[in-house]
């Protein structure tokens, strides 16, 4: 059986990403200089430099992309094929990648997309202050609960269902700290506000869910080459007009990756690739399913592996 092949999503960014590949790799150079021209200033700086320009939402975003995209072509110089991949998607941000490697996305259209989308998400950050609380060991009854209580506060609504125990929420502060206040009387005992830079994948991202969309009806959008398994409701979708209107939706409802994963697993995929920046794939779909096995592809040095 082929592998999975999945993405990682913001998080994942590093000060420094990319740069041993693109040391090592004339590809991968020119898949960050060919993705600086596009956005008109050097992503390979941005990335790179000392300070923290790379946790950016703006920048963090294309920075992840181009990051992963170019140990692909890495990866596909070498002769891997990307058409006999079982299946793909990303986390959150990643789904932008898994459909370019599917072949619904051109590059140049993906790059200005995830750089549109994180100055949307930022943007909206701003207006609406917000944040992310992890449940720690939540059950879904218990985070759905604990959400009820803040939205009596204000926005707020499950947002990550990433892995056993591993669920986000997120919403308006107000909310945020409601819920936390009243998570022990649900039975969770530990809660922790996340450090982002805000609400991200809730009702706080609408205007940039709004945005995103006026951009998505501008790029045209291919059937994916390959089985894709969309954030949005976890299961396979391979008609363009629905996967655009799921990436505008996508930063408003909850990232159903542990579902996602559990469906790749249904259909008898127990092997993946993880072609980007750190392990967080890897370390969830040991917790989903510890049958499964992640090859990892962060650095040159797994390559030989």
């Not at 596909?76 to 299946?87: C, D, F, H, I």
Request: with cysteine.
């Amino acid at each position: 059986m082929s592998e999975g092949v999945l993405f990682p999503g913001q998080g994942a960014q590093f000060e420094g990403m990319g740069r041993d590949w693109c040391e090592a790799f004339p590809t991968a150079r020119e898949t960050f200089a060919r993705a600086s021209r596009v956005l008109g200033f050097s992503l390979e700086d941005a990335c790179w430099s000392e300070g923290e320009e790379v946790n950016r939402t703006d920048v963090a975003q294309p920075g992840i992309f181009v990051t992963s995209a170019a140990i692909v072509n890495v990866l596909v110089e070498r002769g891997y094929p990307p058409t006999t991949a079982a299946l793909t998607a990303g986390l959150s941000l990643g789904e932008y990648t898994a459909l370019w490697f599917a072949g619904s996305l051109e590059f140049d259209d993906a790059v200005r997309l995830v750089r549109l989308r994180g100055e949307a998400m930022q943007d909206a950050s701003e207006k609406i202050p917000s944040s992310m609380t992890s449940l720690m060991g939540a059950t879904e009854e218990q985070a759905f609960a604990l959400a009820a209580v803040g939205a009596t506060k204000g926005i707020c609504s499950v947002a990550n269902l990433n892995a056993p125990g591993q669920i986000v929420v997120a919403g308006e502060l107000a909310a945020l700290d409601a819920l936390e206040a009243a998570a022990k009387d649900h039975g969770v005992r530990r809660t922790r506000r996340l450090v982002v830079a805000g609400g991200f994948h809730s009702e706080c991202m609408r205007p940039a869910a709004d945005r995103l969309a006026r951009a998505l009806s501008e790029v045209t959008i291919r059937a994916p080459r390959v089985p894709f398994l969309t954030n949005v409701t976890g299961e396979t979708e391979h008609d363009p007009a629905r996967i655009r209107a799921n990436l505008a939706q996508q930063v408003c409802a909850p990232v159903r990756w542990e579902q996602s994963m559990r469906n790749a697993i249904s259909r008898g995929v127990t092997r993946f690739l993880e072609p980007g920046p750190g392990k967080v794939l890897a370390g969830l779909l040991g917790k989903i399913a510890p049958e499964a096995t992640v090859r990892s592809a962060a650095t040159p040095a797994e390559l030989s592996a």
